[in-house]
């Protein structure tokens, strides 16, 4: 569990009100009503050292010990989790800045941009049970937004 008092926990689902789950080390979209996927507590961090008003955040997963991070691959990123503590992260200021997605509100659903990397979101499959990534995207679509649910 993550020990610093700014930290909140999350359950984030898509458009469609489908949670994110964890399952063979790949963050997941899951079914809304399934029993079988246990929606993702997630943690979220601000990154201090990224400006403030475009709502930087880090977010780890099983208590903060893993971390999304936007890695190369050729030319374009995709979205990996790494063995990572998020405090770290915290602390680490622009170190963390391929860990980091600005937050930005669309009504009542939020959109992520990779930090790293400008106009990459991240980005919910179409069909249940696959892993969620980055798209690269100019103008906001469902497939883009997602719910933030508190968790305790």
Avoid: H
């Amino acid at each position: 569990m993550c020990s610093l008092p700014i930290a909140r926990y999350f359950v984030i689902k898509d458009a469609e009100q489908k949670p994110l789950y964890l399952k063979n080390d790949q963050l997941l979209v899951g079914e809304p009503n399934s029993e079988l996927c246990r929606a993702e507590r997630i943690c979220v961090l601000p990154n201090r050292s990224l400006d403030r008003t475009k709502f930087p955040i880090i977010m780890g997963i099983q208590d903060g010990t893993r971390c999304l991070a936007c890695a190369e691959s050729g030319e374009e990123p995709f979205l990996q989790l790494e063995d990572v503590n998020i405090e770290d992260l915290y602390k680490g200021g622009e170190e963390a800045t391929r860990f980091t997605f600005f937050r930005s509100c669309s009504g009542p659903t939020f959109r992520l941009e990779a930090a790293a990397w400008p106009g990459w979101f991240l980005g919910a499959p179409t069909e249940p049970q696959e892993p969620v990534r980055l798209i690269k995207e100019s103008d906001p679509s469902p497939q883009t937004e997602f719910f933030f649910e508190q968790s305790r």
